[in-house]
């Protein structure tokens, strides 16, 4: 505790307001492919889900300069109110009196577009904070609290999300603009432009000159490109895994007390993940203490892939379980060195549109890419 209470202000209150809307989101994010592959098919949804993901990851690409050359507060906040708007539109469309699954998704693609700016300048906001000595405990605190949060919201969901979706749907929005709202009066602008001469501000490159810097960046992109094809694999846990265990998984009763069905499944997987990393990542990370960087990302990413291969090929809820702990043993071999090494290769002047890119290797939703992050 006198680590945290020794933190930057700003840090800490992040950290609080992430727990919240990553609550409050991952109660609906991991079931809206089963939820509107029942209204317009398992295809279209695939198809629909695709575009609101590049949505996301155009906006991403965008805003992460933007964060670079005017600030991250104005950006953050901005984010926060359009993505906390847009989902109250969601559940006026998806409302007890009226359902309308495309212009749900249009209003999904505005969502996803501020949270493609919202989680690189989160990112670059912790980067511009964070000291060199307090990387660790700050990474691991994010990354404890973001799990925690995770698991109660997606038990949550997976027990009220087929039935109060509605208002789940209201509740987010207020969350998030509440969020919003507490980042404008109690944050301060983290990031200012360097100048010349101590006078003149250093004239904005391109767009495209800065991302030309740091896909020069040998080191970086070899890294950023093997995360985004390690931890893509994520996304089939709310896409293809969570439609083929609703489709395939019939209603069994488990350990002949509990019955399960494939959204119910889903919800379990979600959490169990995150269970896992909640009360085992002191453990992991003592028993691995003395491991080499290198052999850690080896070894995570060797367990994480191929325990996913494995999860997508079964619907048997004990086997799912089982895959499951190892898919959260890997994650918590390989994210703690990930996020060191993103930390140490990230150039300082070019924050956000690293954020940008560690965003576009783990876009399956925004609270797990911040999660990710750090």
Same mark, same amino acid.
């Given at each position: 505790?006198?680590?945290?209470r020794?933190?930057?202000?700003?840090?800490?209150?992040?950290?609080?307001?992430?727990?919240?809307?990553?609550?409050?989101?991952?109660?609906?994010?991991?079931?809206?492919?089963? #939820?509107?592959?029942? %209204?317009?098919? !398992?295809?279209?949804?695939?198809?629909?889900?695709?575009?609101? /993901? &590049?949505?996301?990851? $155009?906006?991403?690409?965008?805003?992460?300069?933007v964060?670079?050359?005017?600030?991250?507060?104005?950006l953050?906040?901005?984010?926060?109110?359009?993505?906390?708007?847009?989902?109250l539109?969601?559940?006026?469309?998806?409302?007890?009196?009226?359902?309308?699954?495309?212009?749900?998704?249009?209003?999904?693609?505005?969502?996803?577009?501020?949270?493609?700016?919202?989680i690189?300048?989160?990112?670059?906001?912790?980067?511009?904070?964070v000291?060199?000595?307090?990387?660790?405990?700050?990474?691991?605190?994010?990354?404890?609290?973001?799990?925690?949060?995770?698991?109660?919201?997606?038990?949550?969901?997976a027990?009220?999300?087929?039935? #109060?979706?509605?208002y %789940?749907f209201? !509740?987010?929005?207020?969350?998030?603009?509440?969020?919003?709202? /507490? &980042?404008?009066?109690? $944050?301060?602008?983290?990031?200012?432009?360097?100048?010349?001469d101590?006078?003149t501000?250093?004239?904005?490159?391109?767009?495209?000159?800065?991302?030309?810097?740091?896909?020069?960046?040998?080191?970086f992109?070899?890294?950023?490109?093997?995360?985004?094809?390690?931890?893509?694999?994520?996304?089939?846990?709310?896409?293809?895994?969570?439609?083929?265990?609703?489709n395939?998984?019939e209603?069994?009763?488990?350990?002949?007390?509990f019955?399960?069905?494939?959204?119910?499944?889903?919800?379990?997987?979600?959490?169990?993940?995150?269970?896992?990393?909640?009360?085992?990542?002191s453990?992991?990370?003592?028993?691995?203490?003395?491991?080499?960087?290198?052999?850690? %990302?080896?070894?995570?990413?060797?367990?994480?892939?191929?325990?996913?291969?494995?999860?997508?090929?079964?619907?048997?809820?004990?086997?799912?379980?089982?895959?499951?702990?190892?898919?959260?043993?890997?994650?918590l071999?390989?994210?703690?060195?990930?996020?060191?090494?993103?930390?140490?290769?990230?150039?300082?002047?070019?924050?956000?549109?690293?954020?940008?890119?560690?965003?576009?290797?783990?876009?399956?939703?925004?609270?797990?890419?911040?999660?990710?992050?750090?």
């Amino acid at each position: 505790m006198s680590q945290f209470r020794q933190l930057h202000r700003a840090i800490k209150i992040r950290l609080y307001l992430q727990f919240v809307t990553t609550m409050a989101t991952m109660a609906i994010m991991p079931f809206i492919a089963i #939820y509107f592959s029942h %209204l317009v098919g !398992a295809k279209m949804t695939g198809v629909l889900v695709m575009v609101v /993901i &590049t949505s996301g990851i $155009i906006g991403g690409f965008l805003r992460g300069y933007v964060s670079d050359q005017i600030g991250r507060k104005k950006l953050l906040v901005l984010s926060e109110f359009a993505m906390g708007i847009s989902f109250l539109a969601i559940a006026c469309f998806n409302a007890p009196w009226t359902v309308m699954p495309y212009v749900s998704f249009v209003l999904f693609m505005v969502n996803m577009f501020f949270s493609g700016l919202y989680i690189p300048v989160s990112t670059a906001m912790i980067f511009d904070l964070v000291r060199k000595q307090e990387r660790n405990f700050v990474f691991t605190a994010q990354y404890w609290i973001s799990n925690l949060a995770i698991a109660i919201g997606s038990i949550t969901g997976a027990f009220l999300f087929e039935d #109060y979706h509605f208002y %789940l749907f209201l !509740a987010v929005a207020a969350v998030t603009i509440i969020s919003g709202l /507490i &980042t404008y009066l109690f $944050i301060s602008e983290t990031f200012v432009k360097a100048k010349t001469d101590g006078e003149t501000a250093v004239k904005p490159a391109s767009i495209l000159s800065n991302y030309q810097s740091v896909f020069k960046d040998r080191t970086f992109m070899v890294f950023m490109i093997a995360s985004m094809l390690v931890l893509s694999l994520e996304s089939h846990l709310t896409n293809y895994i969570a439609v083929n265990l609703e489709n395939n998984m019939e209603e069994t009763n488990w350990l002949g007390s509990f019955s399960l069905n494939g959204i119910n499944m889903t919800g379990i997987l979600q959490a169990e993940n995150t269970l896992i990393v909640v009360f085992a990542v002191s453990l992991i990370t003592w028993l691995i203490r003395r491991t080499s960087d290198y052999s850690r %990302l080896i070894y995570g990413m060797t367990l994480y892939v191929i325990s996913y291969a494995l999860l997508s090929y079964t619907v048997t809820p004990s086997l799912l379980i089982g895959f499951m702990v190892l898919i959260s043993l890997g994650e918590l071999i390989l994210i703690p060195v990930r996020q060191s090494l993103l930390a140490e290769l990230t150039p300082e002047s070019q924050r956000g549109i690293a954020g940008v890119l560690l965003m576009a290797s783990v876009m399956k939703q925004p609270q797990k890419a911040e999660r990710m992050s750090g």
